[in-house]
């Protein structure tokens, strides 16, 4: 197990100290001292072990000589801020889990991460739910949260579902490496159609959290998404078919007029650098929304054709998300898990 008893006494005056007050995690009535990067934290030993296993089975195994008047001092390999995160959520757990909240990414990962290490169930499960609700198993829910038209804004957030996680696009990074981490698979595929969006520096040099940490991919999985992006590219060229080679839908009363517009928007598009995107899931309306659509759009059945079209294409890419990604077991079918 990854932590230990500590030898000295913490340094309960220090800056480091100072944290665990502020956070409402230094107990006067605690009996348990736990130390994370210098940093204390004095709390109940009941409290961790009525949610943990791993506690009770390390202070079963107590040291005599480890304890500091009455309080037992254990030090743990974790960062303090996820100790701090951690603690906070088993003491304030409302302040974190309320439904018109959204947790913050880093308190997210934290909470999963050491709910994962320390076997604390409910912590792991709250969080792997609302992972679930943004980077869900199927097209339908994704597109709710993802794949509308706001995929296409500069906006840097992840436009998902809101009080779940508060997301930016680059907190993909992150979740790959939480799914990793944690055995998470079924994250994979949404989390890497997303990341293979994100700019080449991103992808390779990694990001920053909220907490300034760096978030990289490890050398395979920059590997796999590299891989999966060509896969993109080729499924969005492949999907604009449509438009460049179209066919006049059965009853079109001007196809002249709709082939002359359907032209003139794989140009706009071919020349707007539409063809190297990866964004291939984004809902087809996206196509009325932008470009000379927008002014001069399709007949109502070549309208209809082409969303039928690209709706079958979209379903048919989402399908190959774990082949993209070298994942398997995907797509997942309903109820299976
Ligand atoms: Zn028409």
Not at 83 to 96: C, F, I, T
Not at 112 to 124: A, F, Q
Not at 226 to 242: K, P, T
Request: charged residues 25%.
């Amino acid at each position: 197990m990854s932590f230990s008893i500590a030898p000295q006494q913490p340094r309960t005056q220090s800056e480091d100290a100072t944290r665990a007050l502020e956070a409402g995690l230094w107990l006067e009535d605690g009996n348990v001292v736990l130390i994370a990067e210098d940093t204390p934290f004095k709390v109940h030993r009941n409290v961790l072990c009525h949610n943990s296993q791993v506690f009770r089975d390390k202070f079963s195994q107590v040291v005599q000589g480890s304890e500091n008047n009455g309080a037992l001092i254990v030090a743990l390999s974790d960062a303090w801020k996820d100790v701090q995160y951690m603690l906070s959520a088993l003491y304030y757990g409302g302040k974190y889990f309320s439904t018109d909240k959204p947790l913050s990414f880093a308190v997210a990962s934290a909470l999963l991460r050491l709910g994962t290490k320390y076997n604390i169930v409910h912590l792991r499960d709250e969080v792997v739910a609302r992972l679930k609700q943004c980077f869900p198993p199927s097209l339908e829910d994704f597109n709710n949260c993802y794949a509308g038209p706001k995929a296409y804004d500069d906006d840097d957030s992840l436009a998902c579902i809101p009080e779940a996680i508060q997301l930016q696009k680059t907190d993909v990074i992150g979740v790959i490496n939480l799914a990793r981490l944690c055995d998470l698979p079924f994250l994979l595929p949404p989390a890497f159609y997303i990341c293979s969006a994100l700019d080449l520096d991103d992808i390779f040099e990694g990001v920053q959290d909220e907490d300034g940490r760096l978030m990289k991919l490890s050398p395979e999985d920059i590997y796999t998404c590299i891989r999966g992006r060509e896969d993109l590219i080729r499924a969005n060229l492949e999907c604009m078919e449509i438009f460049a080679f179209p066919e006049n839908s059965f009853g079109c009363a001007a196809p002249f007029i709709c082939n002359v517009r359907e032209q003139a928007f794989i140009h706009k598009w071919w020349t707007e650098g539409g063809r190297i995107d990866t964004i291939v899931l984004v809902s087809p309306d996206w196509v009325e929304r932008r470009g000379p659509l927008i002014d001069s759009p399709l007949c109502i059945l070549c309208r209809s054709a082409v969303l039928k079209y690209m709706d079958a294409f979209r379903q048919l890419v989402w399908n190959s998300l774990g082949e993209y990604f070298s994942v398997p077991d995907w797509p997942i079918i309903a109820n299976a898990e």
